[in-house]
């Protein structure tokens, strides 16, 4: 074979290879780039864990003044915004009715942040439009039945919070775990109990609900009822979430 010929097979061999490592590479970014399965429903990723799950319970049986109604939106945007994509947010509502099974208003994962979203296979701008819009309406629903209460006999706040936290969706050993109550924590049940009265006691703890949880309290201030708050907080929930079992607890006083 003459030396020309082969100095053109062997060019021929290196641009057929070239052109397989381009387009092999190409198929490899575009993979890398493709957005990762979710469950149409939550968002969350079908083959991963969850890797952080933040849910608010909203004490609901007491009317919310209109300070109460921005505290909480204000709550739901800051814990929104600790979470990163694929993390879930749930929001539920206590039922003064049936305390071991809150009202579910939303529970849903973050989708992508728009600049990292692959326009080849997805519009930026309408998955985040979509994001806000479902949030958007869950908090509007958790906050119109939260105001919406006109005072109930019954406020059931420790079983509430046993209840959400026990939830299989919530205590996922892998899942970096975060709970928010948010509420005027004024507790009683159907049989006159009531955990701001001077000689309620302090032993219905919650045991290890919580543990390993990072816990936020947002206290929504009552003026006429603060001195029953404040013997409720010292006496009752002070060692209530002492004893759950919580890695970190947080107060927010008044709201």
């Known amino acids: 074979m003459k030396p020309g010929r082969r100095r053109k097979d062997a060019l021929g061999w290196a641009l057929t290879g070239a052109a397989f490592l381009i387009v092999g590479g190409v198929g490899a970014a575009v993979a890398l780039l493709r957005p990762p399965a979710v469950d149409a429903q939550t968002l969350c990723l079908r083959d991963a864990p969850i890797a952080a799950h933040t849910v608010i ?8 003044a209109p300070r109460h ?3 909480l939106a204000a709550v739901v945007a800051q ?8 993390q879930r947010l749930t929001i539920l509502a206590l039922r ?3 305390p071991q099974e809150p009202r ?6 973050l989708p992508r942040q728009p600049n990292l979203v692959n326009p080849l296979f997805e519009n930026p701008t309408m998955a985040q439009a979509e994001w806000d819009r479902t949030i958007g ?4 629903s958790a906050v119109r039945r939260a105001g919406g209460g006109t005072g109930a006999d019954l406020s059931p706040i420790a079983a509430s919070i046993r209840a959400a936290a026990a939830d299989p969706d919530f205590v996922a050993p892998e899942t970096k ?7 005027d924590l004024l507790e009683n049940d159907a049989h006159g109990f009531s955990i701001y009265r001077s000689d309620a006691p302090a032993t219905a703890v919650p045991g290890a609900a919580l543990a390993g949880v990072s816990l936020r309290i947002v206290t929504l201030d009552r003026p006429e009822e603060a001195a029953r708050q404040q ?17 970190v607890v947080s107060w927010d006083i008044s709201g």
């Open 57 to 64: 319970l909203v004490d609901a049986t007491d009317k919310l």
């Open 69 to 71: 109604k921005k505290r």
């Open 79 to 86: 814990e929104r915004a600790r979470l990163q994509p694929y």
């Open 96 to 98: 003064p009715d049936a």
């Open 104 to 109: 579910l208003l939303f529970s849903k994962c």
């Open 137 to 140: 309406s869950a908090l509007e």
């Open 177 to 183: 775990r975060r709970f928010v109550l948010v509420s």
């Open 231 to 247: 013997a409720a907080r010292d006496a009752f929930w002070r060692p209530f979430f002492a004893a759950s079992g919580a890695t």
